[in-house]
């Protein structure tokens, strides 16, 4: 059975930072590309950054450059997105989600997603 389990969300606030989880499990790791998605109250899904599960190449959307880093532990499975200088407008529920290439990041063509964690960001 194929999981994507994010954890790592919570309440911080404005400048501060968290650091979110999401360990694969029932598929080669190697073999796709391991996403953040983020989806605000009352607006579409969005990719946010992206690792290649072979190689560690990165990509990451322009809110998210110079602020969050995406990082994988391929022993363990398992993507980092760590978040910093957090602003209010990054609350939202936050996808981990594993496709077969990081570009275009959009939802379509995602094979698996996970059912999220929650980050909110107090001003």
């Known amino acids: 059975e194929v999981q994507l389990v994010e954890s790592g969300g919570g309440l911080v606030q404005a400048g501060g930072s968290l650091r979110l989880s999401c360990a694969a499990s029932?598929?080669?790791?190697?073999?796709?590309?391991i996403g953040w998605f983020r989806q605000a109250p009352g607006k579409e899904r969005e990719g946010v950054s992206c690792i290649i599960g072979s190689g560690g190449r990165t990509y990451n959307v322009d809110s998210a450059k110079g602020r969050f880093t995406i990082s994988s532990d391929n022993a363990k499975n398992t993507v980092y997105l760590q978040m910093n200088s957090l602003k209010p407008e990054d609350t939202a529920v936050y996808y981990c989600?594993?496709?077969?290439?990081?570009?275009?990041?959009?939802?379509?063509?995602?094979?698996?997603w996970g059912k999220g964690t929650l980050v909110t960001v107090s001003s």
């Open positions: 029932g598929f080669t790791f190697d073999d796709y590309a």
């Open positions: 989600a594993a496709s077969s290439a990081c570009y275009p990041l959009i939802p379509n063509g995602i094979d698996y």
